[in-house]
């Protein structure tokens, strides 16, 4: 009998499955799709040579996470990658703000009337990353955070709504750049806790980075499963499981799906009825002749480009998104890895993708809605396109089944399920049976490629197995 049996091989799957192995037990892992992955794939969607990341691209999260950097990664593979500029946010006037690695040149980014507000926000926590990402990337059952004075400062800040967080700047740029930080949680502006993504993002920009893994998402993944494997892992892909019983005996089942998916094989009924799915995403993965030919130089040096000239304007476009409308003007959040990694792309060309925020399940077109945006502030970008690969919530949901109507986030950012995911429980990893258990990015923390909701769910699954005996 093995010990546990892991489904589904995305980032929190592979760091369960690794977190068990390294302590001596049994593991194999189950994958419906052909390659493991999950969120963090490389495809060729476009043309022959183009390489594509069908959903992550970009990983604060990942260069920073407590889980990965326990492990020998590198050694595996995995080589980050950083841009000049983690981000750059542009307006239409040709200017950007930025999210630099020096403190500095962000606040300066911000004009004058903003720069020691910036400073002023940031510095309490510049210096203490590890710190600050063992405890923000924890779940409440672990005991009390590291530093809790930091941890109770740093929470003060996070719960707010980053409109609120954003009235103590008197500029947009600021302002914009904040919020465009806080879409990638996928809630309005408006909405408690959307202040902590915002600040998190910048402490990581100017402490880690806003890296790009060599060669695409999949090396995390491929790095992932080659640990895996030298600690006695096995890894099975193109098997779709449907019920518990299709899987080896085992002691203990982990399930690194959505909380509905996991209710429907195990057989756990509604037990998750009242978990919310969020808004969806509208993604187009671009094949170019050149790099995007933005306006403000500092876009043609970051990483990511958020498009979205206000705080008014992205919150509108949000808001849309998670009350049921296609906005007519999207907030966009895109990458351009081709700039630093020549891996993606034939000599002289480039790889590009873009994102929108869209209703849940929503199957409309939203791709000249969106390039129309883009063209606000890159004059001349449709010119470029050699291919586009174009994927609503439809097309994203049956890529990845754990993208519910094309929520990337499994779930929605929003109210309780804001800080209690997947439900109201001591240990949100455990299910109603006590061989089976959930470490997808629908529990503590939540959503992102660094693999903490596969850590904190192998612990609660050793905790258990040691229990009994």
């Known amino acids: 009998m093995l010990d546990a049996v892991v489904v589904g091989a995305g980032p929190n799957g592979l760091t369960a499955a690794v977190e068990l192995a390294r302590r001596g037990l049994a593991v194999e892992v189950f994958e419906a799709a052909g390659t493991i992955g999950g969120g963090a794939r490389t495809e060729e969607l476009t043309l022959p040579g183009y390489r594509h990341d069908p959903c992550s691209a970009v990983h604060p999260l990942g260069v920073g996470s407590p889980a990965f950097r326990a492990m020998p990664l590198a050694r595996h593979g995995l ?39 910036y400073r002023r926000l940031v510095a309490p926590y510049l210096g203490r990353w590890d710190t600050l990402a063992r405890d923000f990337l924890r779940t409440q059952w672990n ?3 590291a530093d809790p004075v930091g941890w109770a400062r740093f929470g003060l800040h996070a719960a707010q709504p980053v409109s609120l967080l954003t009235r103590r700047f008197r500029d947009e740029k600021a302002r914009a750049i904040l919020a465009g930080m806080a879409g990638h949680a ?19 920009g100017h402490a880690v980075g806003w890296p790009v893994p ?9 790095a992932l499963g080659s640990y895996l494997r030298e600690q006695g892992g096995a890894i099975h892909v193109g098997v779709e499981v449907k019920r518990l019983d299709e899987l080896p005996p085992a002691r203990a089942y982990v399930f690194d799906t959505s909380p509905t998916a996991l209710a429907r094989i195990a057989g756990l009924g509604d037990a998750y009825r009242r978990f919310r799915y969020g808004a969806g995403v509208f993604k187009i993965d671009y094949a170019l002749d050149g790099p995007v030919p933005w306006t403000a130089p500092e876009a043609r040096r970051a990483g990511t480009v958020h498009i979205g000239p206000t705080s008014g304007e992205i919150g509108a476009a949000l808001r849309a998104a998670t009350k049921g409308h296609a906005p007519a003007v999207p907030f966009l959040i895109t990458a351009q890895p081709s700039l630093i990694d020549d891996s993606r792309a034939p000599a ?6 873009a994102y929108g925020h869209v209703p849940r399940g929503w199957d409309g077109d939203a791709t000249e809605a969106i390039e129309r945006q883009i063209e606000r502030f890159a004059p001349g970008f449709r010119d470029l396109v ?84």
């Not at 997808?440 to 905790?463: C, E, K, L, Q």
Request: glycine share 14%; net charge positive; with cysteine.
């Open 186 to 204: 996928i809630a309005p502006t408006s909405g408690l806790g959307t202040a902590g993504p915002a600040l998190l993002f910048a402490l990581a």
């Open 79 to 117: 080589e980050w990658l950083h841009p000049e500029l983690p981000l750059a946010h542009p307006f239409p006037d040709g200017t950007a703000a930025v999210l630099a690695r020096s403190v500095g040149e962000t606040a300066m980014s911000l004009g004058p009337r903003d720069a020691g507000t």
């Open 143 to 145: 005991g009390l955070p």
């Open 348 to 353: 002289g060309k480039h790889t590009f993708w």
């Open 386 to 469: 050699l291919a586009r690969a174009v994927a609503g919530p439809p097309q994203i949901a049956a890529r990845n089944a754990n993208y519910v109507d094309g929520d990337i986030a499994c779930g929605a950012f929003e109210g309780l399920q804001t800080v209690i995911r997947p439900k109201l429980t001591r240990v949100p990893y455990t299910t109603a049976h006590p061989s089976v258990f959930l470490c997808s990015s629908a529990t503590p923390p939540g959503p992102g490629v660094h693999g903490m909701s596969g850590h904190h769910a192998a612990r609660a699954v050793w905790r258990r197995l040691r229990g009994h005996g």
């Open 214 to 222: 060599r060669g695409g998402s999949q090396a995390i993944s491929d």
